[in-house]
């Protein structure tokens, strides 16, 4: 008979006690304390099963759950004398910062504070061992909500003092979503004085601590040593790319097709790893996320689990108001192609928006990509990677993110469509002024300044109408192509050609069903003062220029007939735009009233 399958359990002593389904990852806790490292730092997507496996390492080492073999017996770990010996033997602080999500510093350090506060609390009977002290009963009664920044980043430390003295060992201690707040800080404007305290906070815990024996912290990424970890180098840092405990953290392809088995969805296999397979740690290829996995065994259905359930915000921004080459890049990566990057795992927050590759980064160590290849090049000294969407369920999620850029003006935005594939002309000229007047701003990345790139963030009236409606358009205009191939994903194939930049630029929609559909040529340009009279002017350069350029031979030679073949200029002027085409007598018909 099937277990039980209980979703939201982290509590390791939990779902031992109720004999719900789960998958033995016990063999972690062999291989952790026989590497010996003092200090460790796991950086695993959400979801993994991080909170799970240091609940699993504080039952098993806690000298308050001395005695609880019940908890082990039967799993892989307790068929080692040795460590059965183990259980139950070492003082263990155990906290998470997976909830401090605050929107300022003051709110971030109370709630650090209430952590502590709390955590001192279940051990107030180390205030009667007569080994205490009058300062040392005043430094614990003082760990509240409301300390000062001083004794918030000593309290762990003195903690592992007053417990190694009280047990006569040192502690171990256990730190999951240690980057949590890191994100939040970034997010919401106050990076620096968090760093500070943090910094100050993990030299105290992790670096200056005579009382420490070993130490897990968990996270999502590896924030740069520069940042938080500069007096660390006791640390080692595990990310996606390394060996160790690579089939720790999520499920093995064996271990899914043995719940399936168990659960009479044999037949399921090759739609489960179609949707869920695809997580590269180390050397691993075939990591399945457990979160999908079990919400699969409980309802089986297929559907996002993993992907709606993770905080994508941070990600969709960076994608959202990155520069055209990200988009383009994403355009690649929703079409099935990889992309090749030199990646940095140390995520250095406040350059998310101006280091090159950081966002890709990013995706990489939040589980979004994944690793399909690798090449060193000896001559600069340089890893290079060759990256891919993870798996189908990461697919549909960047598909639902880019839908949603369009959101407040969803049916605008579908009604573009609607009348593109009709030919509309009038509504497709009507819609598409709506849809810019509303959301170009959303695209436009002149907000974040970059180094690159810096004429971008002069504002409008600082620099040309000719070089600021370029990029603001451009902006635009590479999020509008990504709407265009996610809505027509079943009904066409986009393909564009990048070789001469935005100026210059073309999308090509070849049909996936000739019978119904025709190609489909779009060229994009921005109204250029020097050049162009008026913006009519502009489309007229854009339908030249696909002629001139004979971009319908692509389509022709794929079995599309010429007559059943559609071009579009789109002239941009700020968030005015005009469109036009050629009808079957080679005329040019386009809106000419007022946009709305």
């Known amino acids: 008979m099937a277990r039980t399958v209980a979703m939201g359990y982290q509590d390791f002593a939990k779902i031992r006690e109720r004999s719900v389904f789960y998958v033995d990852k016990t063999n972690f806790i062999k291989e952790w304390w026989e590497g010996k490292d003092e200090v460790t730092l796991i950086a695993r997507p959400r979801r993994f099963g991080k909170t799970l496996n240091l609940s699993m390492v504080e039952k098993f080492f806690s000298v308050q759950y001395k005695g609880r073999e019940d908890l082990f017996q039967g799993l892989a770990i307790w068929e080692h004398e040795k460590y059965r010996e183990l259980q139950g033997s070492y003082p ?24 502590l506060t709390n955590l001192y609390s279940g051990y107030r009977f180390l205030v009667s061992d007569r080994d205490f002290d009058h300062k040392e009963r005043r430094f614990f009664d003082s760990v509240d909500v409301d300390m000062d920044e001083s004794t918030a980043t000593m309290a762990i430390h003195q903690l592992s003092y007053y417990l190694s003295r009280y047990y006569g060992k040192k502690v171990i201690i256990l730190l999951d979503e240690y980057d949590t707040p890191m ?99 180390g050397n691993r290829t075939d990591i399945y996320n457990p979160w999908s996995i079990l919400n699969y065994l409980d309802k089986k259905k ?26 383009q890049l994403m355009e690649d990566l929703l079409s099935g192609k990889t992309i090749e990057m030199e990646i940095d795992e140390q995520i250095v927050y406040d350059q998310l928006k101006t280091k090159r590759n950081a966002v890709w980064s990013l995706l990489l160590a939040s589980g979004y990509l994944k690793v399909v290849n690798t090449e060193f090049v000896e001559q600069e000294g340089r890893t290079y990677y060759e990256l891919k969407l993870t798996n189908k369920e990461v697919k549909v999620m960047f598909e639902t993110m880019v839908r949603d850029w369009f959101s407040e003006t969803e049916g605008t935005y579908n009604d573009f469509i609607k009348a593109m594939l009709l030919d509309d ?26 180094q690159e790139e810096p004429e971008r963030f002069h504002g409008v009236k600082a620099i040309t109408e000719r070089s600021t409606g370029q990029n603001a358009s451009a902006c635009f205009y590479h999020g509008f192509v990504l709407g265009l ?112």
């Open 485 to 596: 191939m996610v809505e027509l994903s079943g009904r066409y194939v986009l393909t564009s050609n990048r070789e001469s930049g935005f100026g210059r630029y073309d999308v090509m929609l070849e049909p996936l069903n000739p019978q119904r559909d025709g190609g489909i040529i779009m060229e994009f340009k921005v109204f250029q003062p020097r050049k162009e009279n008026c913006l009519e002017d502009t489309v007229e350069a854009a339908l030249r220029q696909i002629e001139e350029k004979e971009y319908q031979t692509a389509l022709i030679s794929r079995g599309i007939p010429k007559e059943r073949i559609r071009m579009y200029g789109f002239a941009f002027q700020g968030k005015e735009v005009l469109i036009g085409n050629r009808d079957e007598r080679g005329a040019r018909q386009w809106d000419l009233k007022k946009p709305i």
């Open 425 to 450: 002309i009038d509504a497709m000229n009507e819609y598409m002024n709506r849809v810019t007047m509303t959301i170009f701003s959303y695209f436009d990345t002149r907000k974040n300044p970059s």
């Open 302 to 327: 297929l559907s996002t689990y993993w992907a709606n359930s993770s905080s994508n915000r941070l990600a969709g921004e960076l994608i959202r108001e990155g520069s055209k080459e990200i988009k």
């Open 92 to 115: 263990v602080i155990s906290l998470s910062f997976a909830n401090v999500k605050e929107k300022s510093y003051a709110a971030t350090i109370r709630r650090i504070n209430q952590i």
């Open 183 to 281: 994100q939040e800080a970034y997010v919401n404007g106050y990076w620096p004085e968090l760093v500070s305290f943090t910094r100050s906070m993990f030299n105290s815990t992790f670096k200056t601590n005579p009382y420490l024996e070993r130490a897990i912290m968990t996270g999502i990424t590896r924030v740069s040593k520069e940042s938080i970890f500069s007096d660390l180098n006791n640390l080692e840092v595990i990310t996606t790319t390394s060996k160790k405990y690579e089939d720790c953290f999520g499920f093995t392809e064996e271990e899914v097709f043995a719940a399936l088995d168990e659960f009479d969805l044999s037949g399921k296999k090759r739609e489960v790893k179609n949707w869920y397979d695809g997580f590269t740690f």
